[in-house]
């Protein structure tokens, strides 16, 4: 399988808890994206990356939350602290940046629940 | 800010086209996208046009963009159970920002055998 893997599907922790997403993009890739989905609603962009550089964070992403992606391959998204009000699906996705726009590829998810 | 709307419902017959519809606010959008969603997936591309066009044909997907109104639709020909998803338009803002999508709620497509 070459699309965009990411793990684990499914996380279930308690309030205040750790926790850390990572992504897998497709190979040939430079930009990665996430995105954050809840119940009803389109996925909101949170970050990209070109390469290793993040470029850009979107205000929804708080202090508690980080990304990296250390040698522009794999990413990671953490979020410090958990609340109830982080539950949603974390959704990663990549391109091959250039011109003739962004196709986006997308991963199958992380569903977060935070109780 | 950008907004995307669409209608939330839709049903139809087997057999029959579906017309999905969608109104964008940033007159600078160079791309729009439509993406299909199944239950438990993550979003798959099918098919984008640029804003300088009005219309692009894809095998039973036809998409129609109507700039000034700021107004895009997403034709499915002889619509089949396999497409019942939800479907969301997305517009890619210009220049420096192009990247970053703003996606509609998305319209979830009901087909009836």
């Known amino acids: 399988d070459t699309g965009v893997s990411q793990d684990p599907r499914h996380k279930i922790t308690k309030r205040g808890q750790n926790v850390t997403f990572r992504c897998d993009p497709i190979s040939e890739h430079n930009r990665l994206y996430w995105y954050r989905q809840t119940l009803g609603q389109g996925p909101e962009f949170l970050t990209y990356?070109?390469?290793?550089?993040?470029?850009?964070k979107s205000r929804l992403l708080s202090d508690r939350f980080s990304a990296e992606r250390p040698k522009g391959s794999f990413s990671t998204l953490e979020i410090q602290r958990t609340e109830q009000g982080d539950s949603a699906m974390y959704l990663c996705a990549s391109s091959l940046g250039g011109t003739g726009g962004e196709k986006l590829f997308f991963g199958s998810g992380t569903q977060l629940s935070v109780l | 800010g950008e907004d995307v709307e669409q209608s939330l419902f839709l049903s139809v017959r087997e057999g029959d086209s579906s017309v999905i519809n969608c109104t964008y606010t940033d007159s600078s959008s160079t791309y729009l996208y439509w993406y299909k969603q199944e239950p438990g997936a993550g979003l798959q591309l099918l098919t984008y046009?640029?804003?300088?066009?009005d219309m692009k044909q894809d095998q039973r997907l036809t998409v129609l963009l109507n700039k000034k109104d700021k107004h895009l639709s997403l034709r499915i020909a002889d619509t089949q159970t396999g497409d019942s998803a939800i479907y969301f338009c997305a517009e890619s803002g210009s220049g420096a920002g192009s990247y970053q999508l703003t996606f509609g709620k998305g319209t979830k497509l009901s087909v009836i055998p």
């Open positions: 990356f070109q390469n290793e550089a993040q470029l850009e």
């Open positions: 046009i640029f804003s300088n066009m």
